[in-house]
């Protein structure tokens, strides 16, 4: 399903075509995420015109609402959401881990329930539901299920995600268990694709393994062995700080990567805030990445514009379009960009939208971000064919 | 600029076509509203698939944010917002005195300024805005020369909209101001238009007379006689009751339709709730109408069907999606609708796109809503032209 084009011939980035079922992907690739069904603000039609080859939808929220059993009675998420490319599903354990802390205290209107919103046994977890404070539990077996009802081309393994500053007992403990669970994946995704009365196993989804071992050498490496020597058809590379803290991705990537399989397609798990960030995981041999930063930081009105855009402020590529200079400024978000929004809009219109909180402001901010993204990784896929990859890099960083 | 091109034989209404520099506008059309420089969560690429003609945009809003100076400096409101089509602004009189009194207890936080928050003379009024509390004052020659910056291709005279529940007295009162007024602002218009100094009169806007007297039929008659013998391209029928009171704005039609020119355009300023509120005043003659409900309750998950649609309670012509009945309803929200919505995307992924808050709802909402309007038109349009209204409306109404 996954085959290699070509390799950089100086440095480890390549370009290849993920095979589905819902059509091909060309790698490097970044993942836009659709979290609750939908890449927010957009439609099926601005995520073929920007040139989205897949999205990745999210596990966690989709159980929760509008839950698994009805996506899959209206046929999975590609019959749900009109979008007919490939999907790639996580497994919800990093919203499982890492989301939760973060919204007991602020949602929960019972703070006397905060002390147990997670609780995690060999089997699985129990958790609560952010939205009501229901009680669910996933177990590896669940999150297989629940991927196979979805009905997504690619899906991930159920993995314990842990925080950066976790000891190294812990991060061991947490690490071997993901292992444990990792084989009892392979074993349920198996079991699913073979049971024939199961309509959710058409698409015979992709099973990736996720890498853990939080900021510890030996524990990255073993991991990394570890899942590398299962049947997975893809590898990831999990932990909080992946994309998240960029200098210790880079130090985890340069452990693991020689240690992983070069055939399989390699997966960081939430890069893409900066286009350096992808440059750096691209060169390391990386060949997908997902981040919500593209449409999030849409939202608040900030926007990326490439290195020949005059009003970037080094070292970011971006530009805040609330700010009141652009507030006569009748030139396009990026003078260089040939999206729908900078070739119909000025920067003035823009900032006048993000002025009056107009809901159009949030769609046409996503629409450029995205496309920036996504023309980013074009420029790059054609950089790595004609080995001018870190030329590419370079005149990014200057 | 108005060609009539067919009258039905059994009823007032009528075909015609507005020409502007814009482009023609063929009537009777319904007119979405563009408040604050965008219609509510649409781009320009939507109102042209939806087939939306022109649009209306509130001279006072626009005022406020982003003010006239700075849209006239970035060429006009069909450069500044990229819509290449006709647009009409509003005069900001119906604002000035009908939305203040319903904000001044919600938004000002100085409770003691809401005496005071509408202040009216011979000569114009002064008003508070909404946003900040800062003085405003708007004249005939004030509200022209906003209306000409803005650069619409149809302006309206600047009026006092008057509550239904005046006395005789004021209502008589406020008419004749508004008639003094009516007089300014054509003196105004053609003053702008001869000003070969202002790059604003290039497009020569046509101007709207607007009829008041409140419910008072020898005030509407009146009201009606003075607008109609003056120089104006349009007539406008207003006042808080059209359109939101249909039993209301009926007779005043009766009363003044007979009275007002044949040959000039007919427009009920805030009419299209419900499509048989269209039928209403197309069929004694209005040619145009301008309604926020089908954006505004789209947002709301209000959705409005055709009248061969099971799932309708008549007499409305519309469903809540948010209802929990369509949770797993695979059809269409409108199945003969070809809307992009009914065409892509079924209830179910409606109902949950509302039920999670995602953008994305009110967008796809908006697009239905409008384009069922716009759809509409086409169908009552073509049942004019063979003489056939009556029948269009019977079946509608049954």
Same mark, same amino acid.
């Given at each position: 399903m996954f085959a290699i084009t070509h390799t950089d011939k100086q440095s480890r980035a390549r370009t290849g075509v993920i095979q589905t079922a819902h059509g091909d992907i060309e790698t490097p690739a970044f993942m836009p995420v659709g979290t609750q069904a939908t890449v927010k603000s957009l439609d099926v039609n601005d995520l073929n015109t920007i040139g989205v080859q897949i999205i990745l939808s999210n596990t966690y929220h989709l159980h929760l609402r509008p839950r698994e059993n009805l996506i899959a009675s209206m046929g999975g998420l590609h019959a749900f959401t009109g979008w007919n490319k490939p999907i790639l599903t996580d497994s919800g354990g990093f919203q499982v881990f890492s989301l939760q802390p973060t919204i007991r205290l602020s949602r929960l209107k019972d703070k006397s329930q905060n %002390?147990?919103?997670?609780?995690?046994?060999?089997?699985?977890?129990?958790?609560?539901?952010?939205?009501?404070?229901?009680?669910?539990? !996933?177990?590896?077996?669940? %999150?297989?299920?629940?991927?196979?009802?979805?009905?997504?081309?690619i899906i991930m393994a159920f993995d314990e995600c842990t925080p950066d500053e976790i000891s190294e007992t812990y991060?061991?403990?947490?690490?071997?268990?993901?292992?444990?669970?990792?084989?009892?994946c392979i074993q349920q995704n198996r079991k699913n694709k073979l049971n024939q009365s199961s309509t959710y196993s058409a698409?015979?989804?992709s099973l990736f393994g996720i890498i853990q071992g939080g900021k510890y050498k030996?524990?990255?490496?073993?991991?990394?062995?570890?899942?590398?020597?299962?049947?997975?058809?893809?590898?990831?590379?999990?932990g909080e700080s992946i994309g998240y803290n960029m200098q210790a991705t880079k130090k985890i990537?340069?452990?693991v990567m020689p240690l992983i399989s070069d055939?399989?397609?390699?997966?960081?798990?939430?890069?893409?805030?900066?286009?350096?960030?992808? !440059?750096?995981?691209v060169e390391r041999g990386i060949d997908m990445f997902d981040c919500v930063a593209p449409t999030r930081i849409a939202r608040n009105g900030t926007m990326y514009i490439s290195p020949a855009t005059k009003e970037r402020?080094?070292?970011?590529?971006?530009?805040?379009?609330?700010?009141?200079?652009?507030?006569?400024?009748?030139?396009?978000l990026d003078p260089t960009?040939?999206?729908?929004?900078?070739?119909?809009?000025?920067? %003035?219109?823009?900032?006048?939208?993000?002025?009056?909180?107009?809901?159009?402001?949030?769609?046409l901010a996503s629409i450029h971000n995205l496309h920036f993204f996504l023309q980013l990784m074009k420029d790059i896929r054609k950089a790595i064919q004609k080995n001018s990859f870190l030329d590419l890099k370079n005149y990014w960083k200057q």
């Open positions: %002390a147990k919103l997670v609780k995690i046994d060999e089997d699985g977890v129990t958790f609560r539901s952010y939205i009501d404070g229901s009680t669910h539990r !996933f177990t590896p077996e669940i %999150a297989m299920d629940i991927q196979h009802k979805l009905g997504a081309d991060a061991r403990e947490a690490m071997e268990r993901t292992h444990r669970w990792a084989e009892r698409d015979k989804p030996n524990l990255r490496q073993e991991s990394a062995r570890v899942i590398s020597s299962m049947n997975f058809d893809g590898i990831a590379i999990g990537l340069e452990w055939t399989k397609p390699h997966y960081t798990m939430g890069v893409g805030y900066s286009p350096l960030d992808i !440059f750096e995981v402020s080094k070292p970011s590529f971006t530009l805040n379009i609330n700010n009141a200079r652009f507030r006569a400024d009748q030139s396009p960009c040939a999206c729908f929004v900078c070739t119909h809009h000025s920067r %003035a219109y823009l900032h006048h939208l993000f002025r009056v909180k107009e809901l159009l402001a949030y769609r």
